[in-house]
């Protein structure tokens, strides 16, 4: 099932047409990974004991991901473009909404203090 973009969509009694689809990734990571565009909305990463670079597919409209990183120590995830340019960081207990405009990506980050 390929991932849809958030053009044209409506919420109607809490059903999304034409939207973010659901589910959640949970990974371990062992090196640096990419992010498949038809992953689950929701990823849970655990880095795997060093800073790791995630990286994500060619900016399409609409496409975007919630990120948490779930490190059991001082580990980031270091979110990289397709070009391999740094977007933002994911410290260890953050999560970030990561989203794009066709053209860029953009990373916000969240803390949970």
């Not at 270091?78 to 740094?86: E, F, G, L, V, W």
């Not at 990561?98 to 969240?110: E, I, N």
Request: glycine share 8%; charged share 20%.
């Amino acid at each position: 099932m390929s991932r849809m973009n958030m053009e044209d969509s409506r919420l109607w009694d809490p059903i999304l047409e034409k939207g973010v689809k659901g589910g959640v990734h949970i990974q371990t990571l062992a090196a640096a990974a990419t992010l498949d565009r038809d992953m689950p909305f929701m990823a849970f990463i655990d880095p795997g004991g060093a800073t790791r670079i995630l990286t994500l597919p060619a900016a399409e409209k609409g496409l975007a991901w919630l990120i948490a990183n779930t490190a059991d120590a001082a580990e980031d995830l270091t979110i990289n473009n397709a070009a391999a340019a740094t977007r933002g960081t994911i410290s260890q207990n953050e999560t970030a909404w990561v989203f794009s405009d066709g053209v860029s990506w953009f990373v916000g980050v969240m803390t949970t203090t």
